[in-house]
């Protein structure tokens, strides 16, 4: 993370695995790169080009009816899946669409009349039997949910093709799209299974220890974790457990380096420990990924372990100028070997070649923006200016007036490059906060304040998880990020953010917006989740107003900050804002 580029350790493992550490892209021969861009003085800027452009607008309304399975996988123990399908006017993707069809009366003529309901039928498109049929969708809608027996498809390794139809009343204007979908064998072998849900992105797993069948959604909220740290003593992972961190993300290498960067022995003794603990891991293969047997090594290894939760491929392949294919072949060889767990990887960059890294390379997109203490125009390690086409400052193309922009954008970025790139299934975003300092390019550790306005403000832009850089940290953010760990690993906050996507709100005082503040709603269960996070280091005073959609009519509970908010009149109140202040609250619905 930013760490690999000085490390000599660390280059050292990548040359011994013959991966060239000078890549090729549109860069001269001899001039490193950092996201495509020359950073070293010595060399002079040049376009790095893979930058991803919004595609040019269609002139008159397209349909873009997509369709995706609920879940990334079901089994043989599930009886009936779901699937969303979506009915969106775009002037980017879809087909043609008129807002007219011939309605067909009860005495036998054929009226016109406004094209708002899309009739759709979704069959195997190999056997051709139906699994939804004659079904109404409404023209731009989004998020419709069908269920089906899964009876007739019998659980394989390999996916189903699913075909949707849909057509307008009159069948002049007709619509196809198709995804697959996996109904895997159940699992004999003791491991678990983590389901990834594609409507709003979150993890499913079950409580092994209590032998569960059903299915939890589990927000994983930890830390990149140092091997050499973890590894001095097993019972370090029983601290992290009771610090609130429900995940491990091992980083390999170190001191005990061997072919995988990991002591085998001792990683078993410490996988043990986990799967007892059900402390959930993220196995990291940064260093090997691009090397098949190694993958098919260390896979074949852990996929039955009850404690894994998710693979992680490239360590910022974007930024290191990994190969453009790298993480799809890794992505495919993992899936053909362990069909059972998402896999992750983790981009530095703000526009890289992300088609290339994650669309057939990854299910989940990592940021790991670092905007604090850091100068974002002038690298101070390589002594470079720092734009889109050169430098590298730490924080790629990062916002130079508000540092924490610079995470909502970015996560903002990704998903539009999705919108753009019209990807389905959806892909999933977890952040990377920043959890470390005095060192490289950023001059001092974030504060306790500046790391909850960092996790909370990816909340509020639709990060499913977060997974800081690195522990062990400094006492206070351990204390803080172990707070925050309680409030959201909780079951009653896991509900909103991974049942509902979040919807951005105004934050106004006195006159008008305060464009420093950031602050969003999850609707669930007939409640509210709202959170509210101040990006100014300034205090603001007089009454602070967030604008609620719908019928909140009180607070029912205080997650997190100091309280004081009442709702009235279609808003949440209080008089003032802290700098960096942070606010979780639930309010009930009316
Ligand atoms: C790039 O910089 C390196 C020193 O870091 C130098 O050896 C090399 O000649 C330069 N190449 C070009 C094309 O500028
Ligand atoms: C449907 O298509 C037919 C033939 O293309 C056309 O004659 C008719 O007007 C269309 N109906 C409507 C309601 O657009
Ligand atoms: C059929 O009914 C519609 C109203 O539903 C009316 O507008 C139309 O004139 C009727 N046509 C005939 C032939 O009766
Ligand atoms: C289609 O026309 C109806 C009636 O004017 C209107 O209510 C609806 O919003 C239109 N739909 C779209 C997608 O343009
Ligand atoms: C869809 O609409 C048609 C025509 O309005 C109706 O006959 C049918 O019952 C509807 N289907 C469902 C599943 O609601
Ligand atoms: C479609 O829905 C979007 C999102 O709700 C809305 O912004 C847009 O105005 C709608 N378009 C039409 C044509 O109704
Ligand atoms: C399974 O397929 C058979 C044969 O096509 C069909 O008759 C039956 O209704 C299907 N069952 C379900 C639950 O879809
Ligand atoms: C779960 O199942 C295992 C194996 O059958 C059993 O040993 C264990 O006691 C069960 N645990 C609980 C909490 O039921
Ligand atoms: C690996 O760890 C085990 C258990 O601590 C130890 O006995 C062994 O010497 C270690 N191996 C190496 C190569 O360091
Ligand atoms: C991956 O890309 C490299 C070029 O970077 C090429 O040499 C290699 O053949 C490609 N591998 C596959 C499996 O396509
Ligand atoms: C970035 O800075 C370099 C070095 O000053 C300069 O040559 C290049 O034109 C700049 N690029 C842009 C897009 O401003
Ligand atoms: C709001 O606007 C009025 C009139 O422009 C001004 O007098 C007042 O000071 C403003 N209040 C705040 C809090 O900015």
Not at 426 to 444: D, E, L, N
Request: glycine fraction near 8%; aromatic fraction near 12%.
């Amino acid at each position: 993370m930013m760490m690999t580029m000085l490390s000599p350790l660390v280059l050292g493992i990548i040359s011994l695995l013959g991966i060239g550490a000078q890549a090729a892209f549109d860069a001269p021969p001899g001039v490193q790169i950092w996201c495509g861009k020359a950073y070293r003085p010595e060399n002079a800027s040049f376009n790095p080009g893979g930058w991803l452009e919004a595609p040019a607008s269609s002139p008159s309304p397209l349909l873009n009816v997509k369709i995706y399975p609920r879940m990334n996988l079901y089994t043989a123990d599930d009886q009936t899946g779901s699937f969303i399908v979506e009915a969106a006017i775009s002037n980017i993707h879809g087909a043609p669409y008129y807002n007219t069809t011939g309605s067909l009366q009860n005495n036998g003529s054929v009226s016109s009349e406004s094209f708002t309901t899309l009739y759709v039928d979704i069959s195997d498109a190999d056997s051709g039997n139906a699994l939804v049929s004659g079904a109404n969708i409404t023209v731009n809608s989004t998020a419709n949910e069908f269920s089906f027996s899964l009876s007739n498809l019998t659980a394989r390794t390999n996916p189903y093709n699913i075909v949707l139809y849909g057509a307008s009343q009159d069948g002049n204007q007709t619509y196809t799209a198709t995804t697959q979908l996996y109904r895997l064998p159940s699992r004999t072998d003791g491991g678990s299974v983590t389901k990834l849900d594609y409507l709003y992105g979150g993890l499913m797993v079950q409580n092994y220890l209590a032998n569960s069948t059903t299915w939890s959604p589990i927000f994983p909220y930890s830390y990149y974790v140092s091997w050499d740290w973890l590894s001095a003593n097993l019972s370090n992972l029983d601290a992290l457990k009771s610090d609130g961190y429900n995940i491990v993300h091992l980083i390999p290498g170190g001191s005990t380096a061997g072919e995988y960067a990991f002591n085998i022995t001792l990683l078993d003794q410490f996988l043990d420990r986990m799967d007892t603990l059900e402390l959930w891991l993220m196995y990291d293969m940064r260093w090997t990924y691009q090397n098949q047997s190694a993958v098919a090594e260390q896979v074949n290894r852990i996929k039955t372990r009850k404690s894994l939760l998710l693979w992680y491929t490239g360590d910022e392949p974007d930024g290191n100028g990994d190969p453009l294919n790298a993480t799809s072949i890794a992505y495919s060889q993992i899936k053909s070997l362990d069909p059972y767990h998402p896999v992750s990887l983790c981009l530095n960059c703000y526009n890289f070649h992300y088609q290339a890294y994650t669309a057939t390379g990854t299910d989940i997109v990592m940021e790991d923006v670092y905007p604090i203490a850091v100068n974002t125009s002038y690298s101070t390690v390589y002594g470079t200016v720092c734009n889109t086409t050169y430098g590298c400052c730490g924080c790629d193309d990062c916002n130079l007036f508000t540092p924490f922009r610079s995470i909502s954008g970015r996560l903002d970025q990704l998903h539009a490059y999705d919108v753009w790139l019209d990807t389905n299934p959806p892909k999933t975003y977890w952040g990377v906060p920043q959890g470390f300092g005095a060192s490289q390019f950023w001059t001092r550790y974030p504060t306790p304040a500046e790391e909850a306005v960092m996790d909370v403000l990816r909340l509020n832009h639709g990060a499913k998880a977060l997974v800081a850089w690195t522990f062990p940290t400094q006492p206070d953010l351990v204390d803080v990020t172990s707070r925050l760990a309680a409030v959201l690993t909780q079951q009653e906050t896991t509900a909103f953010l991974l049942g509902a996507q979040p919807s951005g709100v105004v934050v106004s005082a006195g006159n008008g917006t305060l464009g420093n503040a950031d602050a969003a709603v999850w609707v669930q269960g007939g409640r509210m989740l709202v959170s509210v996070v101040s990006l100014d280091y300034e205090d603001v005073e007089g009454t602070v107003r967030v604008s609620l959609p719908g019928n909140a009519s009180a607070v029912s509970s205080v997650l997190w900050g100091n309280g004081g908010w009442t709702v009235s009149g279609g808003a949440l109140m209080k008089s003032g804002l802290s700098g960096l202040e942070v606010d979780m609250l639930i309010l009930d619905l009316s």
